[in-house]
């Protein structure tokens, strides 16, 4: 029987609830998975017929040792998902300026590099924004994510520069059609979509994770949005599993984040989902030479 690793974080040991759904449809198709913590260093990867990388949502907060992980699997020819190509480029938040080269919407985003003194109230003024996010480009679950104004922005600014000197930072508007209409995911299991949630943020915040009291639903995207999020797929390499954030802003599905590397899957948002995912795991796995 193939043996896949379903990958977590030391957080999560047994899977989140969300990714155990995955373990019955597995079974029924016969492939034996098992949750196994990334950082562990107990595990044999190379006994695996693949690597799934699912909830390890703490890799931002180790990300040379991921990159170095990532490395040795790909060195030793285990197979992973998303390749490790795909989880280096979409590591870094910098992967939405190729986008954009790539006539892909996003939301409106300023770079600043290492060495351009930027100062944000200024910054924003010129820009024109009245509120934008500050973001780490390596970053994951909101971590170090601040919605601020130009009157707020001083508050920041270390943090900011911190960043810039850093892992590296980005500046991008904020879309008040998070708050009032929601922020769209849209799932999709081997390049074909299969569901989508609209997640809303708590009342007096802006993120829309579960951990800072966001809420999800399943719903059901117009033809517009979804194109659009099934064009975004298109533009990259083939992914066992994709998740396309964004919002609709003056009329347009504008890309958020693409999500390749742990997203959240939203499973139990829809019955079929599970046993969708499965069957498209069926089709990379192949049995370890005995």
């Given at each position: ?38 950082d ?22 180790k ?30 938040k ?27 109230r ?19 679950t ?33 879309m ?58 298109q ?5 066992l ?11 347009q599905?504008?890309?958020m ?7 959240a ?26």
């Amino acid at each position: 029987m193939p043996r896949v690793a379903l990958v977590t974080s030391s957080k999560y040991p047994d899977l989140t609830d969300d990714d155990r759904l995955l373990l019955r449809p597995l079974a029924e198709r016969g492939i034996d998975a098992e949750a196994a913590i990334w950082d562990d260093p107990a595990h044999e990867w190379t006994s695996f017929d693949a690597v799934i990388l699912r909830s390890c949502w703490d890799y931002h907060l180790k990300y040379g040792a991921f990159l170095r992980w990532i490395a040795l699997l790909e060195q030793a020819k285990t197979p992973v998902w998303n390749s490790a190509a795909l989880v280096r480029w979409n590591a870094n938040k910098s992967y939405l300026r190729e986008l954009d080269a790539k006539s892909v919407p996003i939301v409106p985003t300023f770079w600043p590099e290492a060495g351009d003194p930027v100062r944000l109230r200024e910054t924003l003024h010129e820009l024109g924004w009245a509120k934008a996010v500050v973001k780490p480009r390596v970053s994951a679950t909101a971590h170090r994510t601040h919605l601020i104004t130009a009157n707020e922005a001083d508050s920041v600014q270390e943090l900011f520069d911190e960043l810039r000197r850093g892992p590296g930072v980005m500046l991008q508007k904020f879309m008040d059609g998070v708050v009032t209409e929601g922020e769209w995911s849209l799932i999709f299991f081997g390049g074909q979509y299969s569901h989508a949630v609209l997640k809303t943020a708590k009342s007096g915040d802006f993120r829309v994770q579960s951990d800072f009291g966001g809420t999800d639903q399943a719903a059901d995207p117009t033809a517009q949005v979804l194109q659009a999020a099934t064009r975004i797929v298109q533009t990259v390499e083939a992914t066992l599993y994709a998740r396309v954030d964004g919002v609709v802003y003056d009329g347009q599905f504008r890309l958020m984040e693409l999500e390749l590397i742990e997203p959240a899957l939203f499973l139990s948002s829809h019955p079929k989902a599970p046993a969708r995912f499965a069957e498209v795991i069926t089709t990379v796995v192949t049995p370890r030479a005995t």
